[in-house]
């Protein structure tokens, strides 16, 4: 009886057990399917979090671009109004380019002719008599030569200013008058280049303002004694010193000439 009942629980539990294996086969394939789709998913998320980051990298340098061509396109703009002027600066540059060794020729006039005079004579020896000259001998150069700018710069003009040269025109020429006629030194060693072509000028400065100058601008080369005087009982010495050393000799107090030694 026992047997009776216990065999068809038996093939029914056996009927189960197959069909529970047939559904863990199931679940593990549908399992394994969704892991699969998950790692797929995964990896795509990865692949479109890259592409975002990448498009958005792609925007910030595009807005970057943008930027800079609109930044280009206005100063193309604004440097469209300075075509013109550029156009006459060049055409100007040219002329004075031709014109430069009238203009050097004008500079070196003045430096050797217009030391005794006035501010006014200097203004018609260059503007009319030397100017005159060359064009009569077919030298192109500029009608109004400004020999300040052309001898000299602003910031040079500037330092001596702040040693005491005054600031108006005639000054400044009568600066580069003294200047050119002094010794050019040598940057390493402060000798003179060329002293077989020094010329040593004789200023008439009744209110003391070029001595100051001197005085201020040629301190690290006088030698030990500093200025001197006509009437100074060693002048022959220290002139002769002077020379040989290459130091610079200001003789002070000239009233009537210069007595030859």
């Given at each position: 009886i026992a047997s009776l009942v216990a065999k068809p629980l038996q093939l029914a539990l056996a009927k189960k057990q197959a069909e529970l294996d047939v559904a863990n086969k199931k679940l593990k394939i549908a399992t394994d399917s969704c892991n699969a789709a998950q790692a797929l998913v995964?990896?795509?998320?990865?692949?479109?979090?890259?592409?975002?980051?990448?498009?958005?990298?792609l925007e910030t340098d595009q807005?970057?671009?943008m930027d800079k061509m609109d930044e280009a396109t206005k100063l193309i703009?604004?440097?469209g109004?300075?075509?013109?002027?550029?156009?006459?600066?060049?055409?100007?540059?040219?002329?004075?380019?031709?014109?430069?060794l009238g203009d050097i020729a004008l500079a070196c006039a003045f430096v050797?002719?217009?030391?005794?005079?006035?501010?006014?004579?200097?203004?018609?020896?260059?503007?009319k008599d030397f100017y005159d000259q060359c064009i009569a001998l077919g030298i192109p150069v500029n009608k109004d030569v400004d020999?300040?700018?052309?001898?000299?710069?602003?910031?040079?003009?500037?330092?001596?200013?702040?040693?005491?040269?005054?600031?108006?025109?005639?000054?400044?020429?009568n600066g580069i008058l003294v200047v050119e006629a002094?010794?050019?030194?040598?940057?390493?060693?402060?000798?003179?280049?060329?002293?077989l072509l020094v010329r040593f000028p004789l200023l008439i400065d009744p209110q003391g303002q070029a001595l100051n100058w001197l005085k201020n601008r040629e301190a690290d080369h006088f030698?030990?004694?500093?200025?001197?005087?006509?009437?100074?009982?060693?002048?022959?010495?220290?002139?002769?010193?002077?020379?040989?050393?290459?130091?610079?000799?200001?003789?002070?107090?000239?009233?009537?000439?210069?007595?030859?030694?």
């Open positions: 995964a990896d795509l998320q990865a692949q479109l979090d890259k592409a975002e980051a990448k498009k958005q990298e807005k970057l671009c703009e604004s440097l109004g300075e075509k013109k002027r550029w156009n006459e600066s060049r055409i100007k540059f040219a002329d004075d380019k031709r014109k430069l050797s002719y217009c030391g005794p005079f006035n501010f006014a004579y200097r203004q018609k020896l260059m503007s020999v300040t700018q052309l001898l000299v710069d602003e910031a040079t003009i500037a330092i001596w200013n702040s040693q005491s040269l005054p600031k108006d025109q005639l000054s400044v020429q002094s010794p050019k030194r040598d940057p390493k060693t402060n000798e003179p280049t060329d002293p030698p030990y004694q500093g200025t001197t005087t006509l009437g100074h009982r060693k002048l022959s010495e220290i002139a002769k010193y002077c020379i040989e050393n290459g130091k610079t000799l200001l003789v002070e107090g000239i009233v009537d000439g210069v007595i030859p030694l």
